[in-house]
C-alpha cells in the first residue's frame, strides 16, 4: 500500500481507506494476507514523519523504505536509484556475454541482435513511467550501458533516449 501523507486528517483518511479496503476483501470472499502486505509512505520532505504501522486483522502491516512492483523498484522519494542500480547489475551480467561472444569473432549484426533482444529490453523496460522523473546521474547510468555495448558490438546501438521518447509518443 502507498500513501501519501500530509497531515493528521490525511493520515486518518488513510486509515479509514485501508479498513473500508479489508471490508471489501472480507465481503467478497477473498483473504488478505498481512504477512505478504507491504507499507511504504512516499514523502518528499526533508524531515520525515515518522507514522506507526498500520494493523490489519490484529497483525502490523510491515513499512519498507522500497518495494519491487511489477519489476519496477520503487523508493520513499521515487527517485528509482535502486531500480536503476538493479538494472545496471543485469546488464552488466549480459554485457559479459557480449564481451565473450565478440572474443570468439561472432560477426558484429548479430551481436547487435542480441543486444537489441537480451540488454535493450532490460533498459527500456516500463521507462516511460520512470525515465522522465530520473536524475541525470541515474539517465547517464543507462546511457553509459548502451555505450559500452556499442563499443563491445563494433556498430553504433540505437539511442537510449529515442527509444524512450518514441515509446512515449506512442502511448500519446
Known amino acids: 500500500m502507498l500513501a501519501l501523507l500530509n497531515d493528521f486528517a490525511s493520515y486518518q483518511s488513510y486509515l479509514s481507506s485501508v479498513v473500508r479496503f479489508y471490508i471489501w476483501c472480507s465481503n467478497n470472499f477473498l483473504h ?39 519489476g519496477v523498484i520503487l523508493d ?9 542500480t538493479a538494472v545496471q547489475k543485469k546488464s552488466q551480467q549480459r554485457l559479459h556475454v557480449l564481451r565473450k561472444l565478440r572474443a570468439f ?38 546511457l553509459k550501458i548502451s555505450h559500452v555495448s556499442a563499443k563491445i558490438i563494433g556498430l553504433p546501438t540505437p539511442k537510449l533516449s529515442e527509444i524512450i521518447d518514441h515509446a512515449i509518443l506512442k502511448k500519446a
Do not use: W
Request: glycine share 2%; net charge positive; charged share 25%.
Open 76 to 84: 520513499e522519494k521515487l527517485s528509482f536509484t535502486e531500480h536503476v
Open 105 to 142: 569473432y561472432v560477426d558484429p549484426l548479430l551481436l547487435l541482435r542480441l543486444y537489441r533482444s537480451i540488454i535493450e529490453p532490460l533498459l527500456t523496460y516500463c521507462s516511460i513511467c520512470y525515465y522522465p522523473a530520473l536524475s541525470v546521474k541515474n539517465r547517464n547510468r543507462l
Open 32 to 70: 488478505l494476507n498481512v504477512s505478504k502486505t507491504k507499507e511504504m509512505c512516499i514523502d518528499f520532505r526533508r524531515n520525515r514523519t515518522v507514522i506507526s504501522s498500520i494493523v490489519i486483522n490484529g497483525e502490523p502491516v510491515e513499512q519498507v523504505d522500497s518495494f519491487k512492483y511489477l
